[in-house]
């Protein structure tokens, strides 16, 4: 049997830390976006963004995934932080790659419904009003990204690109995390049982607003 490896190539705030939960409690090794040392014993990789590591893999071996072998699952790919801007999900020659090295690789799109991204990236420190604006982001240049209907259009920009890069792929899943069949799906399209999905990392619930 081949190795099941799986990429979330969802924005921030979309479910990705319930979906890392998830194939952890999976028995997937699993890193977010960023590899904490408890993970690991590869002092190299010790506080490193996952982006950045795709990145070094591609540009410098051709496999986005060779500095990251000894992990199966990617819960969050992005860096927008310490001066990086890095949205490997929105690198089509990126992900190509991937699928060139590592034919049958699951990618996965988690998705709420884009106001709620929205509006949990306003709520989540200053990623809404401060480091969105500030960074240049694929679908996001340098200025924009302060308002709603901005971000908005950003999410929703991103999941048609997804959806059209990928369309026909039956290894590629767009997830509503929300849905009561969300669940189901997921362990269904990865060929493995799923011990436990939730909601995990909500936002602080603000007056007159839902946890995200």
Excluded: C
């Excluded at 932080?81 to 996965?108: C, M, N, T, Y």
């Excluded at 884009?114 to 679908?139: C, F, H, Q």
């Excluded at 990204?145 to 039956?170: C, N, P």
């Amino acid at each position: 049997m081949s190795r099941l490896r799986v990429i979330n190539l969802g924005l921030p705030k979309s479910g990705t830390t319930t979906f890392a939960r998830a194939l952890k409690l999976s028995g997937l090794k699993t890193a977010d976006y960023r590899i904490r040392k408890r993970q690991t014993d590869d002092k190299e990789l010790h506080n490193a963004f996952v982006g950045q590591l795709l990145y070094q893999g591609y540009f410098h071996t051709g496999d986005p995934l060779a500095f990251v072998e000894e992990f199966d699952g990617f819960a969050e790919l992005n860096v927008l932080r310490e001066g990086l801007s890095l949205w490997p999900q929105a690198d089509w020659g990126l992900l190509s790659a991937i699928q060139a090295h590592h034919p049958g690789v699951k990618f996965v799109s988690t998705w709420r419904e884009p106001r709620a991204i929205s509006d949990s990236m306003l709520r989540w420190s200053n990623l809404g009003v401060e480091r969105l604006p500030k960074y240049g982001i694929p679908g996001l240049p340098e200025g924009f990204g302060e308002t709603s209907a901005e971000r908005v259009t950003w999410i929703k920009g991103h999941y048609a690109l997804m959806d059209r890069l990928f369309q026909d792929d039956l290894n590629y899943l767009r997830l509503d995390v929300a849905a009561p069949d969300a669940h189901k799906k997921l362990s269904q399209f990865l060929g493995r049982d799923l011990p436990w999905w939730g909601r995990a990392n909500r936002n602080p619930k603000s007056k007159g607003q839902e946890a995200a």
